[in-house]
């Protein structure tokens, strides 16, 4: 049964959603980022052990308070507008409902972490981001985001430019950056000290290898996956990747980097500069190959050369920093030139791979369908 408003006595319903405007699109871009930006706050501070001894920390007031602000913007939208007559699912512009039953989801969580925190005490390292309320916390990020995406996704009216999809590139970089925080141990950066420095033992050798190995495609697969979905949306605007993954790239760097303030500003610089070119050329190449070779959805063959060759840069030029990076202090990898070769032909076929997924080739009546168009 719709909901319904009285004006004059007289009862109104209105049908269908409220329509999304250029203001409430602003506003969900910019609180998104706040979202995500709170999250790496509280996140930063576990990585350097100074919120380890209680639940109630400034970082955890603002990791908490980012939501408080978009839950509370969505709530109170949702409440104005059923107030109009809107029903209780339609009360949001399309899309948003999902982003609201986020916000619960998050709030169940952080319930149960502050109930888990006293139950079993902070979790430290590694735990604190697979601890079971954390990860309801991870799905409550997600779940808010990706309809914010959803918003965008429905509609035909936004064009392929900054000024329609702006706020659509950051909220995507937004969640590419959830999934890159709970994944952040086995990010590029994290990795580098082992393959330059000598473990003992041929059973640790395997073991890091394996697992520097599998680092590169889960979170080759991250970025490059996320990319080819917007791809099979919309026709991105010129330095939508280099966006993306610079501010990712960047957002990481500064919540890895844990000793910084022991360091000199040029050092800091520097330590960022190798941490991000990578990203930064990857981006370059990959929106210059979209522009140059016009790529958009009907383009599927295409599609899978971009995706390759931004595989074979993710992993080749994150070895080539970290080489660098070893040549400063001294260290130099270990590891065989088999490996070395090896890591950017995985990360090329994890691109081309991850695009026959997204951009899967022609079923059969699909082929016959053209041919007789």
């Not at 009285?6 to 250029?22: A, E, K, L, W």
């Not at 109930?115 to 079993?120: C, G, S, V």
């Not at 295409?302 to 993710?314: D, E, K, S």
């Not at 950017?344 to 026959?356: D, K, R, V």
Request: aromatic share 12%.
């Amino acid at each position: 049964m719709a909901s319904a408003s009285t004006i004059n006595n007289q009862t109104v319903s209105v049908d269908g959603y409220p329509p999304h405007t250029r203001t409430l699109d602003l506003l969900m871009g910019v609180l998104s980022f706040v979202l995500m930006a709170g999250l790496f706050i509280d996140g930063w501070a576990h990585n350097r052990g100074i919120v380890d001894e209680s639940f109630f920390t400034p970082y955890h007031a603002v990791m908490y308070g980012s939501y408080a602000l978009f839950g509370f913007t969505l709530v109170g939208m949702h409440y104005r507008n059923v107030g109009k007559g809107h029903r209780f699912m339609k009360a949001l512009p399309q899309g948003y409902m999902l982003s609201l039953i986020g916000v619960f989801i998050f709030a169940i969580g952080g319930l149960g972490d502050m109930l888990w925190h006293i139950a079993f005490g902070i979790e430290d390292g590694i735990e604190a981001l697979y601890s079971p309320t954390h990860l309801i916390l991870a799905i409550g990020y997600c779940t808010v985001l990706v309809g914010v995406l959803m918003s965008a996704w429905v509609r035909q009216d936004l064009k392929s430019n900054w000024h329609d999809l702006g706020w659509v590139l950051l909220t995507a970089t937004c969640l590419l950056s959830i999934f890159t925080f709970f994944t952040q141990h086995l990010h590029f950066v994290t990795n580098f000290e082992g393959i330059l420095s000598q473990p003992i033992g041929s059973d640790n050798q395997e073991a890091l290898t394996t697992a520097v190995l599998s680092s590169y495609i889960i979170v080759t697969s991250l970025m490059i996956g996320l990319v080819l979905l917007l791809i099979k949306r919309w026709r991105l605007p010129s330095g939508a990747i280099t966006f993306i993954f610079t501010l990712n790239s960047l957002l990481m760097g500064l919540m890895l980097i844990l000793d910084f303030d022991s360091m000199d500003f040029v050092t800091f610089l520097l330590l960022m500069l190798l941490m991000t070119a990578p990203t930064l050329i990857t981006g370059i190449i990959g929106d210059v190959m979209i522009w140059r070779m016009k790529i958009s959805h009907n383009t599927p063959k295409l599609i899978r050369v971009v995706a390759t060759v931004m595989g074979v840069l993710l992993g080749g030029l994150y070895l080539s920093a970290i080489a660098i990076l070893g040549v400063i202090d001294g260290g130099s990898f270990w590891w065989e030139i088999h490996t070395l070769a090896g890591i950017p032909t995985l990360t090329g076929l994890t691109g081309f791979l991850l695009s026959i997924l997204v951009f899967p080739p022609q079923m059969p009546h699909e082929l016959v369908d053209t041919d007789y168009s």
